[in-house]
């Protein structure tokens, strides 16, 4: 059961460059999110979806979009990346809201 | 939307010593409160969760406490042992409004042997 499974783990881009972040879940979870996390700011939620084909702003969502096409699967993508942009991701998945959220490995972007 | 502070940022304590940490939330109507232990470089792990229908859980070592009223709740760690030292995040969610986890800002927590 590899639970959820972020890829890649590392990448670095020039600004202005794009790129999509996966994240795949194997446990049937209906809810997924993308947080950054960044020193001394904790976990902020960018984009999370309720389901398949659904999703919906979180805390800081500019410069990013998402889609979620198919249930087991929640793609972040960086249509023009800024230095602002260097973080590490977290994607997360759950059942439902108000129980366990299953993190990936995280991904860890910088932006030059 | 949710607002969670939570403190201190940083906390040491030796081997064997209880921590504490705090944090307060402001949406009153939020129902379910998870702690989260992030070990260094590693992914976030749920530890304890907490909802509004308690105010008090216990898992060995490791004890949540809720006050609704103050808009407070606090983990407890007794006899800390090295591998404890992480960083603890605490969250709240109101499951009928505002559907996400709001995350503090995280407690780096270190035990000294």
């Known amino acids: 059961n590899a639970g959820v499974t972020q890829t890649p783990k590392f990448r670095v881009l020039k600004t202005g460059q794009s790129m999509t972040l996966l994240c795949a879940q194997d446990?049937?979870?209906?809810?997924m999110y993308w947080y950054r996390q960044d020193p001394g700011m904790g976990l902020r939620l960018i984009h999370y979806?309720?389901?398949?084909?659904?999703?919906a702003k979180g805390e800081v969502p500019d410069g990013y979009n998402v889609s979620r096409l198919k249930k087991q699967n929640f793609l972040l993508g960086l249509e023009s990346a800024a230095p602002s942009q260097t973080s590490v991701y977290f994607c997360?998945?759950?059942?439902?809201?108000?129980?366990?959220?299953?993190f990936g490995q995280g991904t860890r972007l910088t932006v030059v | 939307g949710e607002n969670v502070e939570q403190h201190p940022s940083t906390l040491s304590v030796q081997e064997g010593d209880s921590a504490v940490i705090k944090c307060t939330y402001s949406?009153?109507?939020?129902?379910?409160f998870p702690w989260y232990k992030q070990e260094l470089g590693k992914r976030p792990q749920l530890i304890i969760d907490?909802?509004?229908?308690?105010g008090e859980k216990k898992d060995q070592r490791i004890a949540v406490t809720l006050n609704k009223t103050a808009k407070h709740f606090s983990l407890h760690i007794t006899e800390t042992q090295p591998e404890d030292s992480a960083v603890y995040f605490c969250?709240?969610?109101?499951?009928?409004?505002?559907?996400?986890?709001?995350f503090g800002t995280g407690t780096k927590l270190q035990v000294i042997p």
């Open positions: 997360a998945s759950s059942a439902d809201m108000n129980t366990e959220a299953f």
């Open positions: 446990m049937n979870h209906e809810y």
């Open positions: 979806s309720v389901g398949e084909g659904t999703t």
């Open positions: 949406d009153s109507a939020s129902n379910y």
């Open positions: 907490i909802r509004s229908n308690v």
């Open positions: 969250a709240a969610l109101n499951s009928g409004g505002y559907q996400k986890v709001t």
